[in-house]
DNA sequence: GACTAAAAAATGAACAAGCATTCATAAACT
DNA sequence: AGTTTATGAATGCTTGTTCATTTTTTAGTC
């Protein structure tokens, strides 16, 4: 057995793959081609198409979570948390193009097609922004009036939909730490407790 | 010819049908049966699958765009002008909740199956939002430093974010009205001019 | 109003292509 | 020699699209 396993080749084969075409438009044997294996090897290590995609998700959401999470560790000022938050999403998203795109187009439509799959590391990353605003809250620098579930999505949109723009537009007039930086400014002033 | 015409039968149905399925999930006598026609009648009003998604977004973004933009019309302050468009974004979504089950998950992936689509239409909608931005600069309202280009991005992805769950969501915490005050909130009071 | 012929609209069974999945066979390890 | 891993051609199902046929509408004539 190499170094790198299959089941790590065919992963990042399949984030490129349908980075480029989408989910649906993506041939099994697109994804060998890419990963350098025969179609019948996928599945010696996925049931099936769905499975790559449930297993994509998983595996690289949940490194995401270990990493803001690390990140988080560092800071106290429930201020500062949000900023690393944005800046954090941002920088991921525009470093890892292809797994941005994956993520941002078929994460929310999977339970579409996928009925029975409930994307729980998915809420597990938005829930980090509601616990820094309880944070904020118990520590009187946010206000009260604040809903952390409403938030959460709220913030996590702004990012999502401004790291696609990033992405997609080829020449950007923005740094992604001044995009960063006029979201949590906008955020951070917006929910200040008054005084 | 009846009142209401095939095309418009055809359209409505495929909302219902892509909104339960998605677009690749979606059978074309999904559609035909949902709009009660033979399947070979879709095809004397559109050129084929992608044709249908492609006049669903282009008509009905057309009609949410000229209610907006009549809404607007009866203020001048660009605060409450970014909380009518909240409001009315937020109640647009939850009255037609297939229409924005299919806006959300098609439209972003439009592009990825649908190399030749540019969706101007979706893009004439945000910038409605960046124009509000930039008379509340003019008018010394909002910062100077705000980039409306990121602004209408993160706003418009905060209200899509969280129009998204209150969909899904089967039990609402919160009114409609309650969410889009909490967003516009956030946002107004977040790029305020000093003083 | 009734009848008729030409045009337009609608039908749905049949076609054909695409592609996920399987499995008999081969190659690579142990 | 046996076991594990990999191959890729063949299979079979799904479904978008077509088109020969039928139904409905329109327009003209008496």
Do not use: C
Not at 20 to 32: P, T, V
Not at 76 to 82: F, S
Not at 136 to 154: D, H, I, N, T, Y
Not at 168 to 186: F, G, N
């Amino acid at each position: 057995m190499r170094k790198s396993n299959k089941h790590t080749k065919i992963i990042e084969a399949a984030i490129t793959v349908f980075a480029k075409k989408g989910f649906f438009s993506a041939r099994i044997s697109d994804i060998a081609k890419e990963a350098q294996v025969a179609d019948g090897t996928i599945y010696l290590y996925f049931n099936n198409k769905y499975d790559i995609l449930i297993s994509l998700f998983e595996e690289e959401i949940g490194k995401i979570i270990l990493e803001i999470k690390l990140l988080l560790e560092n800071a106290t000022d429930p201020r500062e948390m949000l900023h690393i938050f944005a800046l954090h999403h941002m920088q991921l998203m525009a470093e890892h193009k292809e797994l941005a795109e994956v993520l941002q187009m078929e994460l929310r439509q999977s339970n579409k097609f996928m009925k029975e799959y409930r994307n729980t590391k998915f809420i597990e990353y938005v829930d980090v922004v509601s616990a820094i605003i309880h944070k904020g809250q118990e520590e009187g620098v946010f206000r009260q009036s604040l809903l952390p579930g409403v938030f959460k999505r709220a913030f996590f949109g702004a990012l999502d939909e401004t790291s696609r723009l990033w992405i997609l537009s080829p020449d950007h007039h923005y740094t992604i730490d001044e995009t960063a930086s006029q979201i949590s400014d906008i955020f951070i002033t917006g929910i200040m407790a008054k005084g």
